[in-house]
């Protein structure tokens, strides 16, 4: 008999990971490979989130504590809300899904910008929803043509900021504007998963639109500047109604017990934080000048990537580099994402692209 399976999970395009670094390594008779992929810290987790893990490893036959109470508590505090406001998922990846799957029935709509992270769209696909697309001006999120898009069936609005892929930012003004359009029967989601990264003065406060009770949810992740993405946490901050529903939909030992303990630590160590921050800024501005050199154009970034167009097509410069030894991520057509690495996994970096341009100039 024939598999039947829902239309809208048939449509959905399974997500291709990157291979193994040390199958790529053994196929491509290469002595070293950089990844750049996946926006991961290269100075990797604080060494106290390590230390962490030990002590639990002689407890792992029990279940985590499935109210996370320790960590909770401890984000709560950080962040100036009640415990009752916070939400951990494995990975904020797993938020999102709750979030369809709370606010959308069938055909109800959630408004995203075009090219932004893509898991928004499956999630709504998935909970039998409509993505509402509103193209970008300038590489960035319009927030009134967003606000613009709202209709009755509108339950989910998602802001990337700072956006991924992309890299840029919307400002607190451009989101003050959108709030005030926005009806009650709209959740907010802000995924601010590159938020620790962001230093700019105009970058939208967004928790403050939580504090004040609006639907609104603000997610944000222990996978990018902490270097725990191996680990799967991430958390949301949200008003404790919706916390609720979401908590009636979220499997009760979602947050592991090796990454609670981790990322309790990783909270409390701001120095590794800071460090990786000033990398980020520093060597942010090497790789900008490298790609400027080589006539290419990345837009301004917030966040710990940089995003160009390649000015050929993003594929074939994708494998060209990783003949090379150095992995990108290709967005779409000519359109390539680059993480910021270590000072020499930059150079590498620098250097491949040159040799590839060198080989094959700009066509256009
Ligand atoms: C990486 C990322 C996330 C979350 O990742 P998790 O590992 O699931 O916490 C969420 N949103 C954006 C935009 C990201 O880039």
Known sequence: MALIVHPDIDSLVPYVPGKPIEELQRELGLSRIVKLASNENPLGPSPKAVAAIGPVTGSLHRYPDGGAFRLRTALAERWKVTPDQVLLGNGSDEILGLLARTFLSPADEAVMASETFVIYKMEVTAAHGKSVTVPMKNGRHDLSAMADAITPRTRLLFICNPNNPTGTMVTETEVRALMQRVPEQVVVVFDEAYYEYADAADYADSLAYVKQGRHAIVLRTFSKIYGLA???????????????????????????????????????????????????????????????????TPLPSQANFLYFDAGRDGRELFQALLREGVIVRHIEGSMVRVTIGLPEENQMFLAALRNVLEREPIQS
């Open 230 to 296: 191996g680990l799967r946490i991430g958390y949301g901050l949200t008003t404790p109604e919706i916390a609720s529903y979401l908590n009636r939909l979220r499997p009760p030992f979602n947050a592991n017990s090796v990454a609670q303990e981790a990322a309790i630590a990783a909270l409390g160590d701001e120095t590794h934080v800071t460090r990786s921050r000033s990398l980020n800024r520093e060597q942010m501005a090497v790789v900008r000048q490298g790609l400027e050199a080589l006539g290419l």
